[in-house]
């Protein structure tokens, strides 16, 4: 009996011992198992610290790159301020700093590249990286902006230039138009309609709308009657205000103060125009007489012409006003890069102008009203979301783009003048001049927009005359540039000007828009 009951409990004891040891194995495998999922995690960790966005190693490559651009920056700044100090006058030119350059960096075209007349591009070969010298020393990374959408109005810099980017609008992607304001700096008004393909450009010149920045210095842009413009007789003012703007003397080194307006003691304004001529090979930019009776001035009446009831002397003083007091605070304005098409419209919110390659459509049916109209309408239609405004262009504002155009030079046909702005025979779409061998004159029609351009701007010195918001007389307008018909080598000139009654219909007329 006491046999039986130790067998008993020996074998309940080993029933035990296998339960014991069945759940000590569970134990370790759930363990195990824990224990990998741990290690998983802190790997994950450990993995996301090492190469994550803001991981150790990528800090590091920041870390480095950061200091590799703060040494490069710093031997290009040293460049800069010796540059300065080697010349008499402390302007930086090309020579000295390019010597500068290559006492800190090392051998041009090997080491480094120098390109640009001021501001200066300074491009290191082996990282690939560029700095602008700007004209005063400043030292900028260049930071790549081709190709970017703005949803919203934006202050950048370029160089040394403000540009404000209208919402709604795209810089070009494409090579010669985005790299500088010097050169012509592009944008492309898109809408959130994203260009997969900037190469093929042909089809996205035809298909969006383009501007071209016009850089214009803040602090001349506006001077006030009383202080810079004195007299109390409009002969004194003019004098007064020759002394202010000074004439250039060289088309390298001359002065740039070339204001856009007068602010008037009664806080009206009135447009600075300027006469273009060039003698000795001399460039001479003289502010046209300060009156309000002269030809050539701005914003005036439309008193004489039945077709107009609702512009204003009112109206156009306080879109003159908008626009001088924009483009002084933002430093610049946008203009057309073609000459404004699709102006026949009856509706220009739903069949908006066109400002593309390769159009003339509406030209020859278009007074100078519907002109006006459409350009006014444009902001809505195409830049609902931005705080810009369009406008049909104005005669200062013509003025200013011959004041940035004025240093080039014409190449084609240079026995007629030295300089485009005085002499565009061969850069522009002309009549039949005699020795001009133009492959798109035309005696009919005007040729298709974009055939010509200077600074990325087409047909500023031909195809169509572009009728402007300039005054003549309080019944006329003031056409700017030449046109294809036109075979008389005096007119061929992009500083071109004269007037005609707004109500005229002629296919040698067209238009140009500006945003501001």
């Known amino acids: 009996m006491k046999e039986q009951i130790k067998e008993k409990q020996n074998e309940e004891l080993t029933k035990e011992t296998k339960k014991n040891k069945k759940d000590a194995k569970g134990i370790t495998l759930i363990a195990l198992v824990i224990t990998i999922i741990v290690l998983l995690?802190?790997?994950?960790?450990?993995?996301?610290?090492?190469?994550?966005?803001?991981?150790?190693?990528?800090?590091?490559?920041?870390?480095?790159?950061?200091?590799?651009?703060?040494?490069?920056?710093?031997?290009v700044e040293l460049s800069a301020v010796k540059a300065m100090?080697?010349?008499?006058?402390?302007?930086?030119?090309?020579?000295?700093?390019?010597?500068?350059?290559?006492?800190?960096?090392?051998?041009?075209?090997?080491?480094?590249?120098?390109?640009?007349?001021?501001?200066?591009?300074?491009?290191?070969?082996?990282?690939?990286r560029k700095y602008i010298v700007n004209k005063d020393g400043r030292v900028e990374e260049y930071v790549p902006v081709n190709g970017k959408y703005y949803d919203t109005d934006t202050d950048i810099t370029i160089g040394e230039y403000p540009v404000t980017i209208p919402g709604g609008a795209t810089i070009s992607n494409i090579p010669g138009e985005y790299e500088s304001v010097e050169d012509g700096l592009v944008i492309y008004i898109t809408n959130e309609e994203k260009i997969a393909d900037w190469s093929d450009t042909e089809t996205i010149q035809k298909t969006y709308d383009q501007f071209v920045w016009i850089p214009v210095d803040k602090e001349t842009a506006i001077i006030e009657e009383g202080k810079e413009i004195t007299g109390s007789t409009n002969s004194e003012k003019f004098t007064s205000l020759k002394n202010y703007v000074s004439s250039i003397s060289s088309p390298t080194?001359?002065?740039?103060?070339?204001?856009?307006?007068?602010?008037?003691?009664?806080?009206?304004?009135?447009?600075?125009?300027?006469?273009?001529?060039?003698?000795?090979?001399t460039i001479t930019i003289t502010p046209k007489d300060?009156?309000?009776?002269?030809?050539?001035?701005?914003?005036?009446?439309?008193?004489?012409?039945?077709?107009?009831?609702?512009?204003?002397?009112?109206?156009?003083?306080?879109?003159?006003?908008?626009?001088?007091?924009?483009?002084?605070?933002?430093?610049?304005?946008?203009?057309?890069?073609?000459?404004?098409?699709?102006?026949?419209?009856?509706?220009?919110?739903?069949?908006?102008?066109?400002?593309?390659?390769?159009?003339?459509?509406?030209?020859?049916?278009?007074?100078?009203?519907?002109?006006?109209?459409?350009?006014?309408?444009?902001?809505?239609?195409?830049?609902?979301?931005?705080?810009?405004?369009?406008?049909?262009?104005?005669?200062?504002?013509?003025?200013?783009?011959?004041?940035?155009?004025?240093e080039i030079r014409n190449t084609v046909y240079p026995s007629n003048g030295n300089y485009y702005i005085t002499n565009s025979v061969g850069m522009g779409n002309y009549g039949n001049i005699s020795g001009v061998d133009d492959g798109y004159y035309s005696t009919s029609a005007p040729a298709e927009t974009g055939c010509f351009k200077t600074k990325n701007i087409y047909d500023l010195?031909?195809?169509?005359?572009?009728?402007?918001?300039?005054?003549?007389?309080?019944?006329?307008?003031?056409?700017?540039?030449?046109?294809?018909?036109?075979?008389?080598?005096?007119?061929?000139?992009?500083?071109?000007?004269?007037?005609?009654?707004?109500?005229?219909?002629?296919?040698?007329f067209g238009s140009r828009s500006t945003l501001y």
């Not at 010597?99 to 690939?128: C, H, M, Q």
């Not at 002065?255 to 008037?264: D, I, L």
């Open 461 to 508: 010195a031909g195809n169509v005359y572009d009728w402007s918001l300039e005054v003549e007389f309080t019944n006329t307008r003031v056409y700017r540039g030449g046109n294809y018909y036109n075979a008389d080598a005096s007119h061929t000139r992009a500083s071109f000007r004269e007037g005609i009654g707004m109500g005229n219909v002629l296919p040698k």
């Open 290 to 406: 300060y009156t309000t009776t002269s030809k050539c001035r701005e914003p005036d009446d439309i008193s004489d012409d039945s077709s107009n009831s609702t512009i204003t002397e009112s109206s156009l003083q306080e879109e003159y006003k908008t626009m001088i007091e924009r483009v002084a605070k933002k430093g610049g304005f946008w203009v057309g890069r073609y000459e404004t098409s699709n102006m026949s419209s009856s509706n220009f919110t739903t069949n908006p102008i066109k400002v593309i390659k390769g159009t003339t459509k509406g030209i020859s049916t278009v007074t100078w009203y519907k002109m006006y109209e459409g350009q006014k309408g444009y902001k809505n239609a195409k830049l609902a979301n931005s705080e810009t405004t369009s406008s049909m262009i104005w005669g200062s504002q013509w003025d200013q783009i011959m004041i940035w155009m004025r």
């Open 85 to 128: 100090g080697d010349d008499k006058r402390g302007e930086i030119t090309e020579e000295n700093l390019d010597k500068e350059l290559a006492n800190y960096i090392g051998k041009r075209d090997v080491d480094y590249e120098l390109s640009g007349a001021g501001p200066f591009t300074v491009k290191y070969i082996d990282s690939g």
């Open 41 to 75: 995690i802190l790997a994950g960790i450990s993995i996301a610290m090492l190469t994550g966005e803001n991981g150790i190693l990528n800090k590091a490559t920041t870390a480095k790159t950061s200091t590799e651009i703060g040494e490069e920056k710093e031997k």
């Open 253 to 281: 080194n001359g002065p740039s103060k070339y204001p856009m307006a007068v602010k008037k003691s009664d806080g009206k304004y009135s447009g600075i125009l300027y006469d273009f001529k060039e003698e000795n090979a």
